[in-house]
């Protein structure tokens, strides 16, 4: 995670001075590339506690195409409940997208699309295909999600029976959120590798607007004073019958070692 973290300290000390949609403001830079190998271990950043559940719950709440947060807050995560309405409702983000994509068919007929399903189906039939690829930015329903898709779009990728995914970031927050996504995307592969019979590769991750919140520089600072310690390792408990049936238990993270909680505020 040293990429990372050079990353992070490149935005404190080089991004631009902007506003935001929060009023918070940021220092931003704009197109960063991050590359890590998971054949070596699991992407997680050491130099603060990263609560795993969290991001497995969330990773599998995205899988099983909810958009609600009462499941998550069943399970005790409460990461989603800022935007979520009275109801919990969120609109369609990620796992509406990923599961459930609004089209209509030759007959001009409603019909939603399962992306999910899709891509592990291409990837066992159809590995060298150039078209395994996810999208959550549906243009047509931005305007009903209570918050727009950061992580927009991924891909994989297969070599020799290896898989490696690219995730596409138009926006992401380098202090609180990356952190998250950067292990939920790692976990994702592993998961996809685990269903098709592959080793997972690379996790090749690509950002637009890259910037840090004003209100998370002190701790920052903290952050890139603390020196990582080795990246853990994942392994899978039981054979699961398909992507949709993983539960949290089933993701052995061997050897976790890190620093202590950093708190900081989200910017909603």
Known sequence: MKDYLTLLKFV?????????????GTLSIFGGRLEFDLSKGLPVVTTKKIHLYSV??????????????????????TIWDEWADENGNL????????????????????????QIENVISQLKTNPQSRRHIVSAWNVGELNE???????IMFQFYVHNGYLSCQVYQRSADVFLGLPFNITSYALLTYMVAHQTKMRPAKLIWIGGDCHLYKNHIQQTKIQLNRKPFEVPTLSFK????????????DFNIINYRHHETIKAPIAV
């Open 56 to 77: 497995i719950e969330e990773l599998l709440w995205f899988l099983s195409g909810d958009n609600n947060v009462k499941a998550l807050q069943e399970k005790g995560v």
């Open 91 to 114: 609109g369609p983000i990620y796992g509406k997208q990923w599961r459930r994509w609004g089209s209509t068919n030759n007959n001009g007929e409603m019909q939603e699309i399962d």
């Open 145 to 151: 999600m209570a918050l727009a898709p950061c992580h």
């Open 238 to 249: 039981r054979d699961v019958k398909d992507i949709f049936s993983y539960q949290s238990s």
């Open 12 to 24: 404190l000390e080089n991004g631009a001075e902007r506003d935001d949609r929060t009023g918070v």
